[in-house]
Nanobody, 119 residues
């Protein structure tokens, strides 16, 4: 069974940094697009960033451009989200998800990791 496991969340002060990891198992990792999403209390889940299987194409939400960087290591079946200059509004549960390159919907999801940014 495919599993995505996030790690690296925690409590950080505004302006600080965190690096999230998403480790995939039993997934043909190199053929999947991996995305990071987040959901804050009382808000809908929103996309944060995504990366193609080659790593050659990435996309970011406007709210995180210039602060967050997504990368992947296919040899380790792991995707990273480096988050710098964190703001209190970045506080949310962060999820990674996977979809096949040829599909549009994400069909595999991790359990989420909490990121809390204090002001």
């Amino acid at each position: 069974q495919v599993q995505l496991v996030e790690s690296g969340g925690g409590l950080v002060q505004a302006g600080g940094s965190l690096r999230l990891s998403c480790a995939a198992s039993k997934l043909p990792f190199s053929t999947y697009v991996i995305g990071w999403f987040r959901q804050a209390p009382g808000k809908e889940r929103e996309p944060v960033a995504s990366i193609t299987w080659t790593g050659s194409s990435t996309s970011y939400a406007d709210s995180v451009k210039g602060r967050f960087t997504i990368s992947r290591d296919n040899a380790k079946n792991t995707v990273y989200l480096q988050m710098n200059s964190l703001k209190p509004e970045d506080t949310a549960v962060y999820y990674c998800a996977a979809r096949h390159t040829l599909l549009t919907n994400y069909n595999y999801w991790g359990q989420g990791t909490q990121v809390t940014v204090s002001s």
